[in-house]
């Protein structure tokens, strides 16, 4: 279920999370560059880049007292963790992150169809399937595969959005500089701004406590949680730069990923693009998948009766009603009610970490 503390690379053990935590976000933060040109141009070029600082500190300082709570108290899957830190309203964080789960899953559905059509005319329903056993088999394999690959395919992305930058750079560099240096208006909001976006992501954290066992030290956990939030964040800055050089235009682009492609113009490195964010779509469905499938095992499994069948059970269970939602047009009436569900887990979720989830440390720490 949970991974032991068995890994002596203290490196590996500190950025491990963190690579986890971006690869479950990626899809849904920085797939399209939709999300950015809501979250942070309207406050400008300068200020939406301030405004992703405030983003950076979110995610630090939120992933950082999650782990500590976290390995203070042994709890390593959602259920256990907010039960011990809000009791009985622990159902409440539940409903908003199954509401959340399927909201992604019919996206990454739909968007895993519409991805490889785009890059090689196939079906909808090819590049969904193929979605579906890749999510499948991390979600079955157990929690030290999918740790590696998604760490592993973290290194990947990370590549590819470097290259990305320097070409954008390099063809629109002038335009960038020359935005930062004269388009100096930083909007009001940013700070709204930065930690919306901020709360509309978080929830992500809590669902990769089954990394938690690898980290030795509240130094660790607190270590890794800054490294978390940096890891999380930095191809959002790198993405946001980029789009820097289609500003104004940006901002009227449905998928600006799209018209940064068509200025750029270089065919094969947009396929490379697409084949790698499918890759993230299967990250990310894998990701929200193994959260619930943890929280399953630790309720009703045990040595003696480890029931290897709730897995893949509940994995087929989740990918099918992801579909049905995504072709059946339930997912804009999902997405309406989001902006209620990202202030429904700073509500159950950042304010009592915080708060209550600070002095339990305490408090724990003190009698031990």
């Known amino acids: 279920m949970t991974l032991a503390s068995t890994n002596k690379n203290k490196i590996i053990r500190l950025i491990t999370p963190g690579l986890i935590f971006q690869s479950i976000l990626i899809a849904g933060g920085y797939g399209t560059g939709a999300e950015l040109s809501e979250f942070f141009f309207p406050y400008g070029a300068l200020g939406g880049l301030i405004a992703m600082g405030v983003t950076l500190v979110c995610f630090s300082v939120v992933a950082a007292a999650t782990f500590e709570f976290s390995r203070v108290f042994k709890v390593y899957n959602y259920r256990d963790f907010f039960k011990k830190l809000i009791g009985p309203f622990w159902i409440v964080f539940e409903i908003c992150y199954l509401v959340l789960l399927f909201l992604v899953l019919s996206v990454v559905v739909a968007a895993s169809g519409a991805n490889l059509y785009d890059v090689f005319g196939l079906n909808k329903w090819v590049g969904i399937i193929l979605m579906a056993v890749g999510v499948g088999y991390l979600v079955i394999a157990g929690t030290k595969v999918l740790i590696k690959v998604l760490s592993v395919w973290s290194y990947v992305l990370y590549a590819v959005y470097v290259v990305f930058m320097i070409l954008c750079i390099t063809k629109f560099g002038g335009t960038i500089a020359e935005q930062l240096a004269t388009?100096?208006?930083?909007?009001?909001?940013?700070?709204?701004?930065?930690?919306?976006?901020a709360f509309y992501n978080l929830a992500c954290v809590a669902f990769i406590l089954y990394t938690v066992p690898a980290m030795e030290s509240r130094k660790e956990a607190i270590a890794s949680g800054i490294i978390a939030g940096a890891i999380g964040i930095i191809p959002g800055i790198m993405l946001f730069i980029t789009m820097i050089g289609q500003y104004p235009d940006i901002l009227s682009s449905t998928v600006p990923m799209n018209l940064i492609f068509q200025k750029l113009d270089i065919r094969w490195f947009h396929i490379l693009f697409l084949l790698v964010l499918f890759g993230t779509f299967i990250e990310t469905g894998a990701g929200f998948i193994k959260a619930v499938t943890e929280r399953l095992e630790g309720q009703f499994c045990t040595a003696e009766n480890p029931r290897?069948?709730?897995s893949p059970t509940v994995t087929v269970i989740c990918l099918i009603l992801g579909m049905i939602i995504s072709n059946f047009g339930l997912t804009g009436l999902i997405a309406r009610g989001y902006g209620t569900i990202t202030w429904g887990f700073f509500i159950i979720y950042i304010?009592?970490?915080?708060t209550l989830g600070i002095y339990k440390i305490h408090k724990q720490n003190k009698t031990a």
């Open 308 to 310: 290897k069948w709730l």
């Open 351 to 354: 304010i009592p970490l915080l």
């Open 183 to 197: 388009v100096k208006e930083i909007n009001p909001g940013w700070v709204i701004g930065g930690g919306k976006y």
